[in-house]
């Protein structure tokens, strides 16, 4: 959850291919605005992204085609009937050689693409990765195994990321820290194992008489998040629901579709 972000300029190219053209949509969840990226050079392009279609995007995005001699078709941008799918492994490119190769990556959406650049003419751009919104929190798993050649993240919210690979790495640490703390509440009444050793009252050790109690989603980001502004309290829900769904799973979590809230595993509800 990010707080004093940097000024971002409505149209900046980043590097020889790549330019991008903010959203004109900021706001906690989009951070500075949507990303839109013109990639490629030339008269044709390829463009990565729609924002929401704000007058304000319009604007900077006729601005970015006119100041780098490019054109793409408005029709093909908001008509349904136009729309196709993109499959795993499919490649675009432009004739000046700039390529994308599509990865399928699901976690912010079941049908989430990523966009690895597979040739480029300016060398550095190489390995670079798109990743709209996965690197934001939901599903990094699936970047495992990209570590170890991808060089920049250009996200769907926010600057540029120069080191991806660790960038990926922080939010995979951050997502098993998240299931720890929600594992932890579960058993223990505490976000650390080590707390619940300690004689205080809010330890919950499931035991033959006294079972843990269940928690609501919301009543564990209460405990999760105490720190951070109430306002961000329902995004954040989301995230411990994406990790309690993988828990479910996993078989480590029960869900009581009667009180609608979640236990450990191997226990039974607290009457």
């Not at 170890?148 to 993240?153: D, M």
Request: proline letters at 5%; a negative charge.
């Amino acid at each position: 959850m990010a707080a004093n972000l940097p000024s971002l300029p409505d149209v900046e190219r980043l590097s020889t291919n790549i330019v991008r053209v903010l959203g004109g949509n900021p706001s906690k969840y989009t951070l500075q605005g949507s990303n839109t990226y013109i990639l490629g050079a030339g008269p044709q392009r390829i463009l990565l992204d729609t924002g929401q279609g704000f007058p304000a995007w319009k604007e900077n995005l006729s601005k970015a085609l006119e100041q780098y001699h490019t054109s793409i078709s408005l029709y093909n941008l908001i008509d349904p009937s136009t729309t196709l799918d993109i499959s795993d492994g499919q490649k675009f490119s432009t004739a000046e050689g700039f390529e994308l190769t599509a990865l399928h990556t699901p976690g912010h959406a079941a049908d989430h693409m990523c966009f690895l650049v597979t040739a480029s003419s300016d060398p550095s751009e190489l390995g670079s990765i798109f990743t709209a919104d996965n690197v934001l929190g939901h599903g990094t798993a699936v970047f495992e195994d990209l570590d170890a050649y991808t060089v920049k993240a250009y996200p769907g919210h926010g600057q540029v990321i120069d080191d991806a690979a660790g960038k990926i790495q922080e939010y995979l640490e951050h997502r098993r820290q998240r299931e720890e703390e929600v594992l932890n509440l579960l058993r223990h009444g505490t976000t650390t194992a080590a707390a619940a050793t300690a004689p205080t009252t809010g330890a919950q050790d499931a035991t033959a008489d006294s079972p843990p109690k269940e928690w609501g989603s919301m009543e564990l980001v209460k405990v999760i998040y105490q720190h951070y502004p109430e306002s961000l309290h329902v995004p954040a829900e989301g995230g411990v629901k994406q990790v309690l769904g993988k828990l479910l799973k996993e078989g480590r979590v029960v869900y009581n579709e009667q009180t609608s809230k979640w236990r450990i595993a191997g226990t039974r509800a607290t009457l």
